[in-house]
């Protein structure tokens, strides 16, 4: 297969593995029992009021046509209104998983980089109680769930020591100081640093246990390389082998950084909630409580997206830098 169809064939099969998403979800939430109707009825809306409600969003259309509408609407770039707060569910989403990214990107990067330094050093110092001690801690830290993790970390620095906040993003005064200036303000205050450090931690602690893992294997494996005993025979300093050797050995991490990246966001609703985070996992949480439909949906959809298109830059640039993938497809 060339290179050229190798690169077709991912991209027909990403559009494709979309749509089948998009479809299965979208039939998913509306066989499902219960909807936003039914939480009016429970509020104490009249029946009159619930039917104009229906009227009003197409609920009452048969289902095929209601996927016609929201396909053709998707395409166009109309991913629904949240029945919640009866807005754009992009204007609904867009500060949550903007306040996610703020925090998965750095604390996983950071993660990454603390587990590829650890990996080094352990893989170097093969068969030492350094690396013994090292592995237990890391497998153990891989085996804590990471909301767990989350609840020690507040024990400890917010409970016992009353270093840093417990939860939230701002602090009630700060919002208040906040609320008139530009958006942006907020991200940039004191405040805002403080309660960032407690989520920030929980999350390159705990993302860092994979590459450190990896990232010793892979440096077991350069240190039978030829060009590492040649290198030492020639006297070469030890910290500069060490670094030809993690270049050589990165290739396996670097490789798992976006998929861990685009994953995270899954996977962290249950740390967003412990740390009462206003980020897409909370959002989630609310929306399918309230049976918002929409947006519980386009949330889905686009956790599953970003996987799915972290998979699919990964295998491009797998064909890019070795043309053998290509080949071998």
Request: hydrophobic share 50%; net charge neutral; no cysteine.
């Amino acid at each position: 297969m060339t290179r050229l169809r190798y690169f077709a064939s991912r991209t027909v099969q990403t559009v494709v593995m979309l749509w089948a998403i998009l479809t299965f979800l979208f039939f998913f939430f509306r066989l499902m029992p219960g909807d936003f109707a039914d939480i009016m009825l429970f509020q104490g809306a009249s029946e009159e009021a619930v039917e104009q409600f229906q009227e009003k969003w197409g609920l009452t259309d048969p289902v095929y046509v209601q996927y016609a509408n929201y396909m053709a609407n998707f395409a166009t770039g109309d991913v629904g209104v949240s029945l919640r707060t009866r807005q754009p569910v992009w204007d609904t989403v867009k500060m949550p998983l903007f306040n996610s990214f703020i925090l998965i990107a750095p604390a996983i990067t950071v993660g990454y980089l603390i587990g590829g330094v650890m990996g080094t050093i352990f893989g170097t110092n093969r068969n030492t109680r350094l690396e013994r001690f090292g592995i237990i801690g890391t497998v153990f830290i891989g085996t804590v769930p990471i909301f767990f993790l989350g609840m020690v970390l507040i024990v400890v620095f917010s409970g016992w020591l009353g270093w840093l906040p417990s939860s939230g993003m701002l602090s009630p005064i700060a919002v208040d100081r906040f609320s008139e200036d530009a958006w942006w303000r907020m991200y940039v205050s004191k405040d805002f640093a403080l309660h960032y450090m407690l989520p920030f931690l929980t999350i390159a602690i705990r993302y860092a246990n994979f590459p450190t893992l990896i990232m010793r294997t892979s440096v077991v494996e350069v240190l039978n390389q030829d060009f590492v005993y040649y290198q030492r025979i020639t006297g070469i300093p030890s910290i500069r082998r060490k670094l030809h050797i993690a270049r050589h050995a990165s290739l396996p991490v670097i490789t798992l950084y976006p998929i861990s990246m685009t994953r995270a966001v899954g996977g962290l609703v249950l740390l967003e909630v412990v740390f009462n985070w206003p980020g897409i996992g909370r959002e989630l949480v609310e929306a399918v409580l309230q049976r918002d439909f929409p947006t519980v949906q386009f949330i889905f959809f686009l956790v599953a997206a970003m996987v799915i298109i972290g998979n699919f830059l990964i295998d491009i640039i797998y064909g890019i830098v070795d043309p053998r993938v290509a080949v071998d497809e």
